[in-house]
Each structure stands twice: as structure tokens, then as C-alpha cells.
């Protein structure tokens, strides 16, 4: 059983920055691959961002530049953090496994942009 808690969200400008963690406890490894995935009222889920074993990452290109996730593996924690955020990045982020080998997802973090 794995658990996923996700903290960060929050109201931000345009622009802003800000920082997610996503924290796992559990049958997990921390070197286990994680993603960040991301969904607005409407659309389906999106997965912006990966890290793998050994720490190589991915974006979407929606994100690509301008966000950046990175990992504590001694905390067994990953972090996706924000740069230049624009309105279109409104929506409630989650952390999991890559897909096709989902756990329980958590409660997600709300990330608001607006001015």
C-alpha cells in the first residue's frame, strides 16, 4: 500500500512562482519513478512532468522550461517547482507512478493562477 500527500498549492499572480512536494510512504522505493500530473475542471488528467531511476526527467511541452522536478529520495519525497506560471496552469496536481502502474492517488493540491 502506498501512500501520496501532496502540499503547496495555493493562490499565485501570473508569472509567480511556487513549489509542490508530494510525500510517499509505504511499499515504495524512493527511487521509484514519479510523475506529476495535473487536472482542470473539464479536461482529462495530463501528466506534465517524470523523473526515473537515476533521475533523468521529461516535460510536457506545455511546461517544458518553466517547471522543474527533482526528488529527495532520503525523504522519499518529490517536488515540482513553478516558474513564469501562467492562468492555463490552474488546476489540482497530483503525484503518482507512471501510467499503467498507478497507485492509490492522494488528495491532490489545488494551484490557482490569477491576478
Known amino acids: 500500500q502506498v501512500q501520496l500527500v501532496e502540499s503547496g498549492g495555493g493562490l499565485v499572480q501570473p508569472g509567480g512562482p511556487l513549489r509542490l512536494s508530494c510525500a510517499a510512504s509505504g511499499s515504495i522505493l524512493s527511487t521509484n519513478a514519479r510523475g506529476w500530473y495535473r487536472q482542470a475542471p473539464g479536461k482529462r488528467r495530463e501528466l506534465v512532468a517524470i523523473?526515473?531511476?537515476?533521475?533523468?526527467?521529461n516535460y510536457a511541452d506545455s511546461v517544458k522550461g518553466r517547471f522543474t522536478i527533482s526528488r529527495d529520495n532520503a525523504n522519499n519525497t518529490v517536488y515540482l517547482k513553478r516558474n513564469s506560471q501562467k492562468p492555463e496552469d490552474t488546476a489540482v496536481y497530483c503525484c503518482?507512478?507512471?501510467?499503467?502502474?498507478?497507485?492509490?492517488w492522494g488528495q491532490g493540491t489545488q494551484v490557482t493562477v490569477s491576478s
Open positions: 503518482n507512478s507512471l501510467p499503467g502502474s498507478w497507485w492509490s
Open positions: 523523473i526515473i531511476r537515476g533521475g533523468s526527467t
